[in-house]
């Protein structure tokens, strides 16, 4: 995990283990945006890529991806 967390890249990791909890916890130590336990980084069909460190800023690929590009706007007037 050292190891892993010392770049500036972070977008994916990897955990091979015949232990998946102990997997789950080596992956919540990982700065990477996305960790593959026994499997490649990426989630299922439809959900977000992110990317960490200087691999990437927020996420995108998914609903959550395309709020980022959103701007919030009050308008107000009189009644």
């Given amino acids: 995990v050292e190891k892993a967390n010392e770049g500036n890249y972070a977008l994916g990791g990897a955990i091979f283990t015949k232990d998946i909890q102990r997997g789950k916890k080596m992956a919540h130590q990982m700065k990477s ?3 593959g336990i026994n499997r ?3 989630g299922a ?3 977000a890529w992110v990317g960490a ?3 990437g800023y927020g996420f995108h690929g998914s609903k959550e991806g395309h709020r980022q ?3 919030l706007r009050i308008v107000s007037s009189p009644l």
Avoid: D, E, H
Wanted: charged share 5%; net charge positive; proline share 7%.
């Fill in 33 to 35: 945006g996305m960790i």
């Fill in 45 to 47: 069909k439809g959900s």
């Fill in 40 to 42: 490649g980084p990426g």
């Fill in 53 to 55: 460190g200087q691999s």
């Fill in 69 to 71: 590009f959103a701007q």
